[in-house]
């Protein structure tokens, strides 16, 4: 098994840009959740889908953010515009449903200049 | 709701002797419960997980949490740390029923490991 597939692993902009992050989630896995990782305010669950419907989008920081699951096997967050606050690592994640435990991808480092 | 404190920001111990990382939980019912590890500049991976049967959970590369109850714990331990230990190590817990089940972190505990 692949695991869950990130790209791009890195990702630098300039402010004002639209950035897309995109994420593969392991074969078979009902549920895919994204988040965010930055120094000052540690791991945040943005949103999360199960079988390709957002479920809850309560951690989403503000409109400039948007998340899609189009299919079982393909999930974009996106940006638009980007601000040099959302440099952080963006991590997504999926898992089985009904089950707690969640699979990460190795993330997307992306750094807003 | 359930939450999580890790009462440790930073653990440093020597090579060879015994790790300690402390959690404590909030829940309501009986939770599950997690430790996920960061290496640096690397993803989370899934250390050990309990889910209402053993209270004493064995994880990969040598570590182990046990459940405790009445003191609503759930330490994280290894006999003897290994440079390759060095990390950060999250205690998470599982919130919601069915198919709606998201995960609380921690802030995580940076354990360093010494020559």
């Known amino acids: 098994d692949a695991g869950v597939i990130q790209s791009p692993r890195h990702e630098v902009t300039e402010m004002g840009q639209e950035v897309t992050l995109r994420c593969k989630p392991i074969s078979g896995h009902n549920s895919l959740f994204w988040y965010r990782q930055t120094m000052m305010r540690g791991l945040e669950l943005l949103i999360y889908?199960?079988?390709?419907?957002?479920?809850?989008d309560s951690g989403m920081p503000e409109d400039r953010f948007s998340a899609k699951m189009p299919n079982a096997s393909f999930s974009t967050l996106k940006i638009q515009p980007s601000e040099p606050r959302d440099s952080a690592v963006y991590f997504c994640a999926s898992s089985p449903m009904g089950v707690s435990e969640q699979y990460f991808g190795p993330g997307t480092r992306l750094t807003v200049t | 709701a359930q939450s999580v404190t890790q009462l440790d920001s930073h653990v440093s111990v020597s090579e060879g002797t015994p790790v300690l990382l402390r959690c404590n939980y909030s829940?309501?019912?009986?939770?599950?419960l997690f430790w996920y590890v960061q290496h640096p500049n690397k993803g989370l991976q899934l250390l050990l997980k309990?889910?209402?049967?053993a209270t004493l959970v064995k994880g990969i590369n040598g570590f182990e949490a046990e459940f405790k109850k009445s003191e609503t714990s759930f330490h994280l331990t290894k006999p003897s740390a290994h440079m390759s230990d060095a990390a950060e190590y999250f205690c998470?817990?599982?919130?919601?029923?069915?198919?709606?089940?998201?995960?609380?972190w921690g802030l995580g505990t940076s354990l360093a490991v010494n020559p």
């Open positions: 889908f199960n079988n390709n419907v957002p479920i809850d």
């Open positions: 829940s309501s019912y009986s939770p599950s």
């Open positions: 998470v817990v599982s919130e919601g029923a069915g198919n709606n089940r998201k995960l609380i």
């Open positions: 309990y889910t209402s049967a």
